[in-house]
């Protein structure tokens, strides 16, 4: 029960890593304020951390916004009158085109969500992470790690994101407040496991050949799950990792060494 009793809140509930998150939160012991713009998934989630016996806030949210997370903040804070972390999640796809050719609207418009909403809520919890000498968790990716095409605009936004959660660390350590990083690899879930099945359908192989071949190159042989990665989020969330800020953490079964 790494998180009894503490208050965590997690930004960009979806149906994997998000709500996985979330979950792990709750089964260490937390209560878990619930972020996104889609409330009926919010709901979803809230329903199965209330049967793991812990309470749970929807709070609707564009993290876009000003006014919007502003009240994502009071919400919180009204309800438990404590936050003691915050997982920032929320991540709009890059568009998968190469830095020489994207357009510059789009990556405008995708840093928002990836790296200025980060900013914005990690500003505006700062006074009640600091009365806990609470965590900010950033979730990263494996593209840190490699510059393939067409991932240009995907890794400029990631490490973007890497620089702010350093620099954040330096700044806000002070107050007591650490912020680190998770940097996935693959995540085995809903959203992979469909593209395995499409790529198997175009290429004749069965889906499971395709995971192997994706596999082979890992040092487990496997694929990472979404409850492996929330439990790296919990740790950085409690005080097993007290001594530990401006660091990324890298969960991809071995796929890249850092």
Known sequence: MLLQDKVVVVSGIGPGLGQAIALQSAKAGADVVLAARTEKRLRKVAAQIE?????ALVVPTDITDDAAAQNLVDIARAEFGRVDALVNNAFAMPPMVDLAEVAFDDLRTNL??????????????????AESKGSVVMINSAVLR????????????????LALAQSLATELGPRGIRVNSVAPGWIWADTLKWYFDYLAGERGVSADDIYTETAADIDLRRLPEPDEIADAVVFFASGMS???????????CGEFHH
């Open 242 to 252: 007290r001594a530990i800020t401006g660091t990324c953490l890298d969960v991809n």
């Open 146 to 161: 490699h510059s393939r095409q067409p991932y240009g605009p995907y890794k400029m936004a990631k490490t973007t994101l």
């Open 112 to 129: 928002e969500t990836n790296v200025f909403a980060a900013l914005r809520l990690t500003r505006l919890f700062a006074p009640a992470l």
């Open 51 to 55: 049967e793991v016996g812990r309470r």
